[in-house]
């Protein structure tokens, strides 16, 4: 693994005199980097549901045809990493399920860490699951929860739920939308001429050409319909928690998290970097891509020539988002070319974003010594991770994690970099400009927000009884 992994994008949009389908479809390719290994899209006309889904990237589950059939004027779309049930057709979302009330859909970004618990309350209603996701056992429990609409039931469910969560849903006429009470997965309010939009990041909206309204706030719910938006708090217990790597690494440098371009605040973390680490070095550079704005603030603070001495394959994706270890190490050899020209003879100073199990970053110091490099001075723009995330990210098992079981000294020995420094806890906290108190860093120092004993593993769900 070389980072953590990442879950779901999720994308609601409510446009009766446009074509919300296809307007998912591209919202859902400006949220592919959340994740690659399904997609789906549901639409609503008023009377039914129709749903699509399948395995791989938003460009090959869609065919314009597949888009133009599934019509409506109410939609919601997926695209996933897993991070509860396997890799498998039958876990793409959106989950779709019936009730008393008619079908509902269920998009979901995030976790459920008392996921054992829901999963027993859903068997005691007499349903049984048919896939091994946390997602499909919180539409069943909304579905056969009291009362006598869909809000009610959302009410009743959502209050039981614990952990990182973002829900968008559909029913034949009406979107909704949740956040969990820690806002720790992002999810903002669009406005479209006819309409509106929800998403995980701003990206989905400017690419639709929606307008940001707001950040969902924790804990609120929503209903969009034909008479507006209505707006509650399903629950009174909120404490701001969003996840720090989503402005380290998760979100696209051109999204806005609360209020602040993800590009800017990378680059405030690089003049952090520089000055906690400096290094005598004859040029900085980056690990291509998510670490570029990095290494451009950590150049400008230091002082020091920026530029480029990888070159990233562009047609592949993201290393971490692909399901099996052997596939991802094979992926780092084809995703980067390095520039002999550039770095033969030359002290650089490389940023990255984080080292997670230590795999990956040998690999890539040693492209660049075989490409000439004199000494490679690394450079990590998040703290060491230490402790695994239960909270919609795919960290590892904590005894994998390599600052987990080892100093930085001998992380720097195993990667085999002349030196290396991580951004230190208070200097990510100062580039992000939140309170530290309204960001989880759990991965960092062990405090999660809430208590998350009695977790099943990812795979778990594939070995409960019915």
């Known amino acids: 693994m070389s980072k953590p992994r990442e879950q779901c994008g999720v994308v609601a949009i409510y446009a009766p005199r446009q074509e919300p389908a296809r307007m998912t479809f591209f919202a859902l390719y400006a949220l592919q980097h959340r994740g690659q290994e399904s997609a789906g899209i549901c639409t609503a006309d008023g009377t039914s549901l129709h749903n699509l889904t399948g395995m791989g990237l938003v460009s090959q589950v869609f065919r314009d045809r597949d888009i133009a059939r599934l019509g409506g004027s109410l939609a919601i779309g997926h695209t996933r990493y897993s991070t509860t049930g396997s890799s498998r057709a039958e876990n793409a979302q959106p989950m779709v399920v019936s009730s008393p009330l008619g079908?509902?859909?269920?998009a979901h970004n995030g976790n459920v860490v008392n996921v054992a618990e829901i999963r027993q309350r859903v068997v005691d209603f007499g349903v049984t699951p048919r896939t091994s996701t946390d997602s499909e056992l919180v539409a069943h429990l909304i579905a056969q929860a009291p009362g006598d609409s869909w809000l009610e039931r959302m009410r009743s469910a959502l209050g039981q739920l614990r952990g990182a969560f973002c829900f968008v849903m559909l029913t034949r006429d009406h979107l909704y939308a949740a956040r969990d009470p820690w806002g720790i997965r992002p999810l903002v309010l669009g406005r479209l001429d006819s309409g509106w939009v929800v998403a995980s990041e701003t990206c989905a909206l400017d690419t639709i050409g929606a307008q940001p309204i707001r950040e969902i706030a924790p804990g609120e719910l929503l209903a969009i319909g034909q008479d507006g938006v209505h707006s509650e708090q399903?629950?009174?217990?909120?404490?701001?928690?969003?996840?720090?790597?989503?402005?380290i690494y998760f979100a696209r440098p051109d999204?806005?998290?609360?209020?602040?371009?993800?590009?800017?605040?990378?680059?405030?973390?690089?003049?952090?970097?520089?000055?906690e680490h400096p290094v005598a070095a004859d040029f900085v550079m980056p690990v291509p891509d998510s670490a570029t704005p990095a290494a451009i603030g950590f150049a400008r603070a230091a002082g020091l020539p920026y530029r480029e001495g990888l070159v990233k394959n562009r047609y592949i994706g993201r290393t971490f988002i692909q399901p099996y270890q052997d596939q991802r190490e094979v992926g780092v050899d084809l995703k980067f070319n390095p520039l002999p020209e550039?770095?033969?003879?030359?002290?650089?100073?490389?940023?990255?974003?984080s080292i997670v199990r230590g795999t990956t970053t040998p690999r890539i110091v040693a492209m660049l010594r075989r490409a000439g490099a004199a000494e490679v001075h690394l450079r990590i723009c998040a703290p060491p991770i230490r402790y695994a995330c239960h909270l919609g990210v795919d960290t590892a098992p904590e005894e994998s994690l390599i600052a987990n079981i080892h100093s930085v000294e001998e992380i720097r020995t195993a990667v085999g970099a002349d030196s290396l420094g991580y951004l230190s806890l208070d200097g990510l906290v100062g580039a992000i400009g939140l309170p530290e108190q309204q960001l989880c860093n759990a991965c960092f120092h062990g405090r999660y927000p809430?208590?998350?004993?009695?977790?099943?593993?990812?795979?778990?769900?594939?070995?409960?009884?019915?």
């Open 342 to 353: 550039v770095l033969r003879g030359q002290r650089i100073a490389v940023v990255d974003d």
């Open 450 to 466: 809430m208590p998350i004993d009695g977790l099943v593993d990812k795979l778990g769900l594939e070995q409960s009884p019915a």
């Open 103 to 106: 079908s509902l859909a269920l």
């Open 255 to 275: 999204s806005l998290l609360d209020g602040q371009l993800v590009y800017s605040t990378r680059e405030r973390m690089g003049e952090a970097l520089a000055r």
């Open 234 to 247: 399903f629950t009174k217990q909120t404490r701001r928690a969003g996840c720090s790597f989503e402005f």
